[in-house]
C-alpha cells in the first residue's frame, strides 16, 4: 500500500495541526487550512454535493484550493478544469467525466451548459459547512494535453497523488511552500497537497500576476520552498525581484532541466537544495535529483525494488523510453475510446527517451517530438541543453523546417542575455553555430540559428512547441 494513508484530505490537514496558524494565501485573500475546510471562504451544500460528480472550473486558484479541501471525500469525483484549457473543450470533459455540477466563478459559463447544475463562487450555499459524515473514497480526475488538441482526462485519487509525499524534511524550522503552476495542474497540486500534508503555510500566484509582485509577496510570507518549471524559471531569473527571495529548496519539473538553468539557480539561491524532479500526470512522481548535474545516476533505476516490497516504485527503460509501476500512478483514463494507460503488467510508458552517456543517463526529449533529418532522429530538447549552455544565450526553441531532400531540417530559435544586431549578431550566430558542432552530431546542429524576443510559454509552463 502507498506509505501515506490519509483518508481524506481534510483528515490529513486535521492530522498536521495546521489549522491556526498555517495560512493559504492568494493575491487577494488568506485563510487557514482550516477556514478553507471549514466554509468559511467558499460555503458549498452537502445534499447538493454527496456522492455527486462535480467538476471545478474557476479562473481563481483560492477558490479552487477551498473546494478541494472540502470536496475530497464528499463528491464522487472532482474534475479539475485548467483556466487555460480553452472552454470549447467544457461540454466535451463534462459528459466523459459524467459530470452533474459545475462549480465556476464565471457567470457566463454556467447558462452556456444548462446540463450541469451551476454553484456560482461568491454566492453563499448554505450557511453551513458540509457534513463530513459518510466519507466516500473521492476519484480526482485532471486534464493532460491530449495530441489532437482535446484533453485527455487522468483519473487518480487522493492515494495515489500523495504516494511520492514523505515526512516533512527540515522539521526544525517551518516550511512555507509556493509555486509558479496552477493547482489545477498536476506538478502544482502536488505542492498544494504537499503543504496541506505537511502542515505548511502556502503562497498561490494570481492570474497574470506580475513576477516583481509575486516575488513581493512571497518575500512578506517568508516562502522558503518554492517550484516551477525551467521556462518558470528562466523567466523568473529575468526579473530583478528574485533576490527578494531567499529559499533553502528550490525544485524544477515539467520539463528537461538543462545544465544552464540549474547553474544560474544555484548561482541565484547558493544557501538552496536545487532539485530536478520527474513526474507526469499519468505516471505520478519518480524521483528527484540534487547534485545539481542534469540527467540522473543508473543507480536510480538500477536498485529500484520489486514493486509491492518497498515504496511500491519501479522503474525500467524499454525501446529508450522509460516505464514506470509505482502506487502513484494514475488509475486509468476516462472515456469510452480512451487508450490503455498501463500495459499487462501495469507500467506506465512514459514516453521520455533516456540516453545513456558516461555513466549517466539523459533525458532526451519525447519520443512524439523526434525531428526526422534524412531518416536520422533529432531530439529538440538534446539540441537546446547545447545551445542554452553558450553563456550568451538565454533560451533557445528547436523545430523543424521542411526540406525537399532530407524530409526536414533543424532550425534554432535563440533569445539572447542581451540584445545583439547587426555584424554582431552574424558573428553570434556562427559562434553558436561552432559551439553546437563541437557537441552535436552533424545532423543535429542547427542550419540556421534565429534571434528572437522572446519564446511563447504556455500557462502549463513549458515552452510551446510547434506540432510536427
Known sequence: MPRNRAQTLWSAILVADSLSSRLVVGPDATATWGELGAGSVLELSSVEL????????????????????????VARRIVLYPPDISREHLAYVAKTAEAEILITDQPEVGPAHPQLECILCGRTITPQALDRGQEV???WVLLTSGTTGVPKLVVHTLASLVAAIGPQRDSSAPMVWSTF???????????????????????????????????????????????????HWRRALMSPSAGLIAPSYVRLSGEIADQAILNQLQAQYPQARVAHAFASTEAGVLFEVEDGLMGFSPGMIEQQPIFGQSNGLELKVKGQTLRVRSYGSASHYLGADSPPLKDAEGFVDTGDALELRDGRYYFVGRRDGVINVGGLKVHPEEVESVINRHPEVRVSLVRTK??????????ADVVLKTATYGDGAQTLQREIMQFCRGELAQHKVPVAINFVPVLAVAASGKLVRPRA
Open 50 to 73: 454527496r456522492d455527486r460528480s462535480v467538476l471545478l472550473a474557476t479562473v481563481d486558484q483560492f477558490a479552487a484550493a477551498a473546494a478541494l479541501v472540502q470536496l475530497d471525500g
Open 181 to 231: 503552476y496552477d493547482i489545477r495542474r498536476y506538478g502544482g497540486l502536488q505542492i498544494f497537497l504537499r503543504a496541506a500534508l505537511g502542515g505548511s503555510s502556502l503562497v498561490l500566484p494570481g492570474v497574470q500576476e506580475p513576477t516583481a509582485e509575486f516575488f513581493a509577496r512571497a518575500d512578506a510570507h517568508g516562502v522558503t520552498h518554492i517550484s516551477g518549471t525551467p521556462s
Open 402 to 411: 521542411k526540406n525537399p531532400i532530407t524530409g526536414a531540417l533543424v532550425v
Open 137 to 139: 473514497a473521492t476519484e
